[in-house]
């Protein structure tokens, strides 16, 4: 069985949304994940998406009552290759400051028409430039991460679920890959681009974009994770570009993996 898994950032109300919105259609037209986690998501996007994509086969996790999954991250799931959601749930990841209150880790595990289970993830991590960390000079993402890790070995059923998949904007790339793909990590996720033996690609930013995004350097900030059955494996994965245009559907590329399993 061959499963596509995207994770995008998509700039939520930034940057004249509504004119943004064509763009991020046609990506997602494009690509059609058989996943496709999202952050930095608002209601009135996905009260629009949820027609698009459900129009070409892809229907949304509906969260809990938390508010998160209205305003913060969304998972969307094949309607062809998935016959239900299992079971799905919002984890508390204690990131400082209000701003920050709606995000966690955002779960679905999925049932394929076969049976197997797939459990997928998602989460944003604060920005290096947010005012809270900007004023105590603390890493905001290092917590968070080994938060992750403590969710995900709780959550995850070892024997059940056929491929285990974390991505999300993680807003840096030194501490999350090396917390959550780190050797001696209990969980045992790898990192996509290091497991294909390819350089991570810069997901950030879009160019061109706002003169404020213009300004900042090219980083690789959204990331896949994944953990296989012995006989699964990652086939490819590419940070999707476009052929241009103004405004882009987003500063962030979307990151794509593929993965067999069985």
């Known amino acids: ?25 046609d990506a997602l037209g494009l690509m059609l994940p058989d996943v496709l986690l999202l952050q930095e998501v608002v209601q009135e996007q996905l009260e629009e998406l949820d027609t698009f994509l459900l129009n070409r086969g892809l229907t949304r996790v509906v969260g809990g009552t938390e508010e998160g999954w209205m305003s913060e991250s969304a998972i969307y799931y094949s309607l062809a290759l998935f016959q239900s959601v299992h079971s799905f749930g919002l984890e508390d990841l204690k990131m400082v400051g ?11 595990r999925l049932q394929t028409r076969d049976g197997l289970h797939v459990f997928v993830s998602t989460a944003h ?25 403590s969710h995900l ?34 969980m045992g996720l790898t990192e996509l681009f ?45 940070a999707k570009s476009t052929r241009g245009g103004h405004p882009p559907a987003s500063d962030h590329l979307p990151v794509i993996g593929v993965f067999d399993i069985n």
């Open 1 to 25: 069985m061959r499963i596509s898994v995207c994770t995008w950032n998509v700039w939520g109300h930034e940057a004249a949304w509504q004119n943004r919105l064509p763009r991020l259609r």
């Open 194 to 238: 290091q497991a294909l033996d390819c350089v991570p690609p810069t997901t950030h930013p879009v160019r061109p974009s706002s003169l404020q995004e213009e300004s900042r350097p090219e980083r690789t900030i959204d990331w896949l994770f994944y953990r296989a059955r012995a006989s699964g494996r990652p086939l490819c994965a590419m």
């Open 153 to 186: 070995q709780r959550l995850v059923k070892i024997e059940e679920d056929a491929l285990v998949v974390f991505g999300g904007d993680l807003n840096e790339d030194f501490h999350p890959p090396r917390i959550l793909a780190g050797a001696g990590n209990p």
């Open 98 to 108: 209000d701003y920050h209150k709606n995000r966690g880790l955002f779960w679905a």
């Open 125 to 149: 991590l604060p920005w290096v430039g947010s005012q809270e960390e900007v004023s105590t000079g603390i890493n905001l993402r290092v917590a968070p991460c080994h938060l992750i890790n």
